[in-house]
């Protein structure tokens, strides 16, 4: 007993100097200034200026480091996200802020400009007897402002885009400075939009007119890439300050090649804004197109799903940063990569584009291969439906790794339908080691809404005259007694427009060509007076275009019947009016853009057939086209 009592005085004493201790602690904790901190916000998202609920911000005193406040209701008042406060010297102190707030420690924040998420510093001075900080916070970022105005009557920029390229995406910022380390990584920013204006985070000290700086600007299915501008006076990006370009959409200029389009900027310099027009060749093309379907596969196929229908143990992955097969050792193989069930209820016009890669190919056209339906199938029984191949027009070389882009229009029979797949098809014969790798897909449509006022086919042609009996394609009959001695192609049939089932029969021709040749003929005399011949066209041809013969009642030295050529050329989503030429050419490419047109000949000039059983009109496709087109309405005034 005595010994334990002796052991315990010692132990005493150290309980009650702890106990004191604690005390002095306590007091010295109460007279600590605790401060509400309320804080600014310069626009925090891009182009808003304005705290969101939730937003969290981390606070520097010379006491406590890195405490993170937050705003409950997004009004700029910050409190303490937990147990943890700032408190402030007697004598008043100078607080350190930033945001994002970034849990974890250590003395930066690492950042992605792809997020589009601003970076603030900020500072705030507490003064002796107030309970008060208010922090100011500034951008740590600089900004590109591009703002469209369109200029061409129609010109839907509803789907418009910009991205930056070539800019550098990541690095740190100090959170007690706000200094900005740039890193390395360079990745294309997408610009986000507020009604016609399009901006994105750069990190400052970037330099601005620097050659590998592009903007590139959707509109439609164009894709328009501009030299980053350099603006006068100014040679580096820096923070807090944006940077403006206003671009001018125009109809292209007759010195604008119509093979593409063309893009230049006319600068006019005000401080950090600059002006300038972009010249488009088509300005219609892309009107009214929408995104229904994109894939990228940097980590999954997404929307995709993989079927094998031949074969065990191999499928399409998503490993390599694109959708990849290989059949190596695996035997007899068929595998779709399949798209999800698609609504073309309401759609006049389809584009699909991808990116392919066919390492060791051979058979190409054979064993990579794409397929459409419009049919209900099991989804462990794809072949339960009908299929139709469409043409992939570019293949890559054999001995070639690199991807070739491809843009296919979906064929015509799929719209006006509620259940439309495709399908890339790979095949294998089992002692082929072939890898096919397919990347960045996009399915772009057109609506319905967006087809002009174009005669439907099949309809009354007005102060028009049917140019022979079975010239609107609703009798097969009447329309293959009228044909000539060049008759009809296999390949070309009477058909519907399923975009509209209401407009009636059509011809419709749908071939892969390898060289010029004759699509038809129709005999007939052509009465005297008549001053144009026209028909309806819709689809695309997209290497050739068309010619058409008009015969005469001259007969050439040969001794056959002579006639005049028109060239079609470069055929748009427009009408189009077409004088005679001497001879027939093919140069150009068809894409009505899902729209119906009206192709007119001017026949003023033309000593027209006036024997009924001899030629009087003949249609010539150019070769070496994939083709996929439907004519209507033959017509004379």
């Known amino acids: 007993m005595n010994k334990f009592s002796f052991l315990s005085l010692p132990l005493l004493a150290l ?61 700029g008042a910050f409190a303490p ?50 309970t008060q900080v208010e922090l100011s916070f500034s951008h740590r970022l600089s900004q590109i402002r591009v703002r469209l105005v369109s200029e061409i009557e129609g010109l839907d920029l509803a789907d418009a885009t910009v991205e930056l390229l070539g800019y550098r995406t990541g690095g740190l910022m ?19 939009r507020y009604g016609d204006t399009f901006v994105s985070y750069i990190l400052p000290g970037e330099t601005l007119g620097d050659p590998s700086h ?45 093979g593409g389009f063309s893009a230049s900027i006319r600068s006019f310099v005000e401080g950090g804004r600059i002006e300038g027009d972009i010249y488009l060749d088509d300005p219609t093309v892309g009107a009214g197109e929408r995104t229904i379907l994109e894939e990228h596969f940097d980590t999954s196929l997404g929307q995709m799903s993989s079927h094998t229908v031949i074969g065990t143990g191999i499928d399409f992955r998503a490993d390599e940063g694109c959708a990849t097969v290989s059949s190596e050792g695996m035997g007899i193989t068929k ?43 099991p989804l462990d029984d794809p072949e339960a439906a009908r299929w139709q191949q469409v043409t992939i027009p570019n293949y890559p070389s054999a001995k070639s790794k690199d991807f070739v882009p491809n843009s296919i229009f979906l064929p015509d029979f799929v719209y006006g339908q509620a259940n439309v797949h495709f399908a890339f ?9 072939v890898r096919w790798r397919i990347d960045d897909l996009l399915l772009r449509v057109t609506d319905n809404g967006s087809v002009d006022d174009t005669p439907d086919p099949g309809s009354d042609p007005g102060d028009a005259k049917w140019l022979f009996d079975g010239a609107d394609c609703e009798s097969e009959t009447n329309f293959r007694a009228a044909l000539g001695k060049q008759g009809l192609r296999s390949y070309a049939v009477i058909s519907r427009d399923h975009a509209y089932p209401d407009r009636g029969q059509v011809l419709s021709v749908v071939k892969s060509l390898n060289g010029n040749e004759y699509l038809l ?29 008009v015969y005469s009642d001259q007969v050439g030295a040969n001794g056959q019947q002579s006639y005049v050529c028109y060239n079609l050329g470069e055929v748009g989503s427009r009408d189009v009016d077409l004088q005679p030429e001497p001879r027939n050419l093919y140069k150009g490419t068809i894409n009505t853009r899902g729209q119906w047109i009206r192709v007119t000949l001017d026949v003023t000039s033309v000593d027209l057939n006036s024997d009924p059983a001899r030629e009087m009109l003949a249609i010539k496709l150019g070769g070496a086209s994939d083709i996929d087109l439907m004519l209507d309405d033959f017509c004379f005034r």
């Open 174 to 192: 100090d959170k007690r400075s706000g200094a900005i380390t740039a890193g390395e990584a360079v990745e294309p920013l997408s610009a986000v």
């Open 521 to 549: 003929s129709f005999k007939g005399a052509i009465p005297s007076g008549t001053e144009t011949i026209s028909f309806l066209l819709k689809g695309v041809s997209y290497a050739r275009s068309m010619s058409v013969n």
């Open 425 to 433: 098809v790979y095949t294998s014969k089992g002692y082929e080691s």
């Open 335 to 377: 595998i779709l990569l399949l798209s999800p069930s698609l609504d073309f209820t309401n759609v006049s016009d389809a584009r699909l584009s991808f990116a392919h890669s066919i390492i060791n190919g051979k058979s190409m056209q054979e064993q990579q291969t794409l397929f459409v339906t419009t049919e209900d199938f």
């Open 214 to 258: 592009k903007i590139q600007i959707g509109v439609g299915s164009k894709m328009i890439t501009l030299d980053e501008p350099a603006f006068e006076q100014v040679t580096r990006s820096e923070s807090g300050i944006y940077y403006s370009l206003i671009l001018h959409l125009k109809q292209s200029t007759p010195e604008v090649s119509s």
């Open 81 to 130: 996200r937990s147990d943890r406060r700032i408190s402030m010297a007697p004598e008043g102190e100078t607080f350190h802020a930033y945001y994002p707030y970034s849990y974890g420690g250590g003395g930066s924040v690492s950042f992605d400009l792809r997020d589009q998420c601003a970076l603030l510093y900020g500072e705030g001075k507490g003064v002796k007897g107030e």
């Open 15 to 75: 309980l009650l100097s702890a106990c004191v201790q604690q005390v002095e602690l306590t007091e010295e904790t109460e007279e600590r200034i605790y401060p509400d901190f309320v804080a600014s916000a310069p626009r925090l998202r891009v182009l808003d200026d304005r705290w969101e609920a939730g937003d969290q911000i981390g606070i520097f005193s010379s006491r406590e480091t890195d405490v993170p406040y937050v705003t409950t209701h997004g009004d």
